[in-house]
């Protein structure tokens, strides 16, 4: 089936099941299924999959290359038999060794992308004012592409099997989008051991005292950790996007934005020169 069809039915099976999860569990039932920017996320919907997840994986293969100097094939069958401590070790505790490396390194890569110039690429993600399951995959390439390279060649330099990062890899892809979902789970008494929706969402927040917060994709004890953890009690955010607009709507002029000379720094807490942070 070619993949272009597998997207679409994939498309429709997820739109019907969390168009039902947000049915039964709306965190803010008032907000509209046709947002005007639906049609840039379900563009999104296609581009992150087959183009922008595509480049990401094409460059983590030239990465590989250029260190081991051999072709894809040859890189795999070393990697897969390598023996190393790690990649002996049973397969569901290499997933949790993945898993936890993998959000220590998307946590910092996370705050970095809320700085300076790769701001400019992350802050596309944050425009969505109405957070639904949908919106997660409003992503520039870039993002992706620089995100997602450390925390593999850390996986695979430390000596991970990489069958086991081929399971995390659409694992993390599914839980990022139920991250998104407009829903009311908080996970209860569990809530600072695995990241839930509503703590997702305080980090989409708009209003002030959720910005800069909770980074962490899976692992809200990082958060915690180094202080960024925020979860008011009986309380769910309830405007989400810029502070101050500065990105502009359409897939297209998306796309561009990051590029653009004449961008406006709107959004930045005050610090020292050439160290701002961006407030969302």
């Not at 070393?78 to 060794?97: D, K, M, N, V």
């Not at 950790?225 to 002029?253: C, H, I, N, S």
């Not at 050439?274 to 407030?279: E, K, P, S």
């Amino acid at each position: 089936m070619p993949a272009i069809a597998r997207i679409f039915i994939a498309l429709l099976i997820l739109s019907a099941l969390f168009w039902l999860v947000e049915y039964l569990f709306s965190a803010n039932p008032a907000q509209k299924k046709s947002r005007k920017d639906l049609n840039t996320d379900l563009i999104y919907w296609f581009i992150t999959p087959l183009i922008s997840k595509n480049i990401t994986r094409i460059a983590i293969g030239l990465l590989l290359f250029a260190v081991f100097q051999q072709d894809l094939a040859t890189i795999r069958n070393y990697l897969e038999h390598t023996g190393t401590w790690l990649s002996r070790q049973p397969f569901w505790l290499q997933a949790i060794g993945i898993v936890l490396t993998g959000d220590f390194i998307s946590y910092w890569m996370h705050r970095a992308f809320h700085r300076g110039w790769l701001w400019d690429f992350h802050a596309i993600h944050h425009s969505s004012v109405s957070l639904d399951w949908l919106s997660s995959v409003r992503l520039h390439p870039l993002n992706d592409l620089l995100m997602r390279i450390p925390q593999v060649m850390a996986i695979l330099a430390l000596g991970f099997s990489p069958a086991a990062i081929a399971v995390y890899a659409p694992f993390l892809t599914f839980y990022a989008i139920m991250l998104h979902a407009n829903v009311n789970w908080s996970f209860g008494k569990f809530g600072w051991l695995i990241a839930s929706p509503v703590f997702h969402r305080w980090h989409h927040t708009a209003q002030k005292e959720g910005l800069n917060k909770n980074f962490a994709g899976l692992i809200p004890a990082y958060d915690w950790l180094f202080g960024t953890y925020y979860m008011p009690k009986g309380r769910q955010p309830e405007k989400f996007g810029l502070p101050d607009k500065q990105v502009p709507d359409g897939f297209f002029a998306q796309m561009l934005h990051p590029f653009q000379r004449n961008k406006t720094p709107q959004g930045i807490i005050s610090g020292n020169k050439g160290d701002a942070t961006v407030r969302c």
